[in-house]
């Protein structure tokens, strides 16, 4: 199968597309959807950062990197 090329959009296109890719990709839009889940992970996280030093030192790690990609 060819991949068609990509067309130019109109600027109501555009603006529509960059509407949708703007609501649905907040860094943190499950946590709405799933608000109970959101607060287990949060306490699991909580426990896992409060005992164990390589624990918070990964998770912060993690976050860190998470951040830098986002900011692209």
């Given at each position: 199968?060819?991949?068609?090329?990509?067309?130019?959009?109109?600027?109501?296109?555009?603006?529509?597309?960059?509407?949708?890719?703007?609501?649905?990709?907040?860094?943190?839009?499950?946590?709405?959807?799933?608000?109970?889940?959101?607060?287990?992970?949060?306490?699991i996280l909580g426990?896992?950062?409060g005992a164990s030093s390589s624990?918070?030192?990964?998770?912060?790690?993690?976050?860190?990197?998470?951040?830098?990609?986002?900011?692209?």
């Amino acid at each position: 199968m060819e991949r068609q090329a990509a067309q130019p959009l109109n600027p109501e296109d555009a603006k529509a597309r960059l509407r949708a890719v703007a609501t649905g990709g907040q860094a943190l839009s499950w946590v709405r959807s799933y608000p109970r889940e959101g607060m287990l992970v949060a306490f699991i996280l909580g426990i896992l950062m409060g005992a164990s030093s390589s624990a918070r030192q990964a998770l912060v790690s993690g976050l860190v990197a998470l951040l830098k990609r986002s900011r692209l």
